[in-house]
C-alpha cells in the first residue's frame, strides 16, 4: 500500500515556542491530507483537512490561529503548533487519500515542557 | 460522535480466532464499513473493508449481517502481535472520525 511519512517522529520543546511537524506522501499525490491528535488512552481526534492550494477546513473547537495548516505541494502537509503549551503535549497523527484508500503516518510524539 | 458501538475491551488465545463485533445500526446506503488498527504509539493501519458482502484479506474477514446493522471482524488465527485498539468506522466520505475502538489483548 501507500506510504505516508511523518518528521519528526518526536519532538520536545519548551513552553511558547512553535513547532512544525511535516507530513508526506511518499509514493503517491495527495490532494487531501488529515490531521489528527490523540491524548494518552482515548481515541483519534480529528483537527483538521488539509486541501492542496487552499485553506484547511477545520474542526470545531480546533483553533485555527493555534494549529497552522500548509498543503503547498500534493506530497506535503505541515502543521505548526504556535506558541506551545504543556496542555498540547499529544500524539499527532497525519493520513492522506490515494484511490479512495486513507494511509496514516506513524505519528509525532510533541512533549511541551 | 461516532456512529459504531464496540466492547470496550476483548480477551483472546494465541492460536485462537478473534472475533470481533461492531454495531452500526444506522449506517446508510452507501456508507461502506472500514476496520483500522492501532498498535501502541503507531499510526492506524488499514485492515479490511466492506459494503454488503463478506470480505477476506490476508489479514482478516469480515462478515456483514444482511440488514447491514452490524459487522463481525474475524483474525483467524491470533498472535501476540495482534494486540492492537481496532476501530470500526462507517463512512462515505473521505473524512474518517473514530470511536473508542476495542482494545484486543492476545493472551499467550
Known sequence: ?113 | DAKTTQPTSMDCAEGRAANLPCNHSTISGNEYVYWYRQIHSQGPQYIIHGLKNNETNEMASLIITEDRKSSTLILPHATLRDTAVYYCIVHRDDKIIFGKGTRLHILP
Open chain 1, 1 to 113: 500500500g501507500a506510504v505516508v511519512s511523518q518528521h519528526p517522529s518526536w519532538v520536545i520543546c519548551k513552553s511558547g515556542t512553535s513547532v512544525k511537524i511535516e507530513c508526506r506522501s511518499l509514493d503517491f499525490q495527495a490532494t487531501t491530507m488529515f490531521w489528527y491528535r490523540q491524548f494518552p488512552k482515548q481515541s483519534l481526534m480529528l483537527m483538521a483537512t488539509s486541501n492542496e492550494g487552499s485553506k484547511a477546513t477545520y474542526e470545531q473547537g480546533v483553533e485555527k490561529d493555534k494549529f497552522l495548516i500548509n498543503h503547498a505541494s500534493l506530497t506535503l502537509s505541515t502543521l505548526t503548533v504556535t506558541s506551545a503549551h504543556p496542555e498540547d503535549s499529544s500524539f499527532y497523527i497525519c493520513s492522506a487519500i490515494d484511490f479512495n484508500e486513507q494511509f496514516f503516518g506513524p505519528g509525532t510524539r510533541l512533549t511541551v515542557l
